[in-house]
């Protein structure tokens, strides 16, 4: 496992972008997995992107994929995440996940690590 920490999300009107950041404590990101996990009260969890170690290959829903961005620096330690034309509907406390697989997957119970979570409101 990893510990994982995410400064960033906040307060945005629908239409705008944020940009996320998700940095590795005490431990390489290199060999993981990483992924967007963002938890709505009510709402069942659902992934929005997820990344390889190697920054090879990503996974995004359907429901955003035309409006996200997942990114990584493995020199930096950092994964990133950006979101454009921003709805209402996605106001959610975003998780940053890390897992130990070769392959980025959209399952939860692969991701071991969790970042403590940032929120993200976007006004109508």
């Known amino acids: 496992q990893v510990q994982l920490v995410e400064p960033g999300g906040g307060l945005v009107q629908a239409g705008g972008s944020l940009s996320f950041s998700c940095a590795a404590l005490g431990r390489t990101l290199t060999p993981f997995t990483l992924g967007w996990f963002p938890q709505a009260p009510g709402k069942e969890g659902e992934f929005v992107a997820t990344i390889n170690g190697s920054g090879t290959s990503t996974r995004y829903a359907d429901s955003v994929k035309a409006r996200v961005t997942i990114s990584r620096d493995n020199a930096k330690n950092t994964v990133y995440l950006q979101m454009n034309s921003l709805k209402p509907e996605d106001t959610a406390v975003y998780y940053c996940?890390?897992?130990?697989?070769?392959?980025?997957?959209?399952?939860?119970?692969?991701?071991?690590?969790w970042g403590q979570g940032t929120q993200v409101t976007v006004s109508s």
């Open positions: 996940v890390g897992g130990s697989m070769a392959y980025p997957t959209m399952r939860i119970e692969d991701y071991a690590s």
